[in-house]
């Protein structure tokens, strides 16, 4: 099965950006979709975004506008470019793959943490 490795989380301002990435270790393509996800302190994990093989793409609503998921098949990654952060966005984020029913798969990597200071 296809791992995923997420990065390009930091410290960053309210009102900044961020682009995180979701690396395939194969390709990218051989699954259906990629979901980015984020857990606060005390609070369940909840989808931000997902893209699917064909590339339809779906937000959060607290994304929308704001956050946009993109893939590079060439490079087997996934992105999620995000802008005018806020401190509510501080969160520890994951990707993860997506079943054909657009399920998340049972196993999660350890993710990359945002921190957004006011």
């Known amino acids: 099965q296809v791992q995923l490795v997420e990065s390009g989380g930091g410290l960053v301002q309210a009102g900044g950006s961020l682009r995180l990435s979701c690396a395939a270790s194969?390709?990218?393509?051989?699954?259906?979709?990629v979901g980015w996800y984020r857990q606060a302190p005390g609070k369940q994990r909840g989808l931000v975004a997902a893209?699917?093989?064909?590339?339809?793409?779906n937000y959060a609503n607290s994304a929308k506008g704001r956050f946009t998921i993109s893939r590079d098949n060439a490079k087997n990654t996934v992105y999620l470019q995000m802008h005018s952060l806020k401190p509510e966005d501080t969160a520890v984020y994951y990707c993860?793959?997506?079943?054909?029913?657009?399920?998340?798969?049972?196993?999660w990597g350890q993710g990359t943490q945002v921190t957004v200071s006011s």
């Open positions: 993860n793959g997506l079943s054909k029913e657009l399920v998340p798969w049972s196993s």
């Open positions: 194969g390709s990218i393509l051989s699954i259906n979709g």
């Open positions: 893209i699917t093989r064909d590339g339809t793409t």
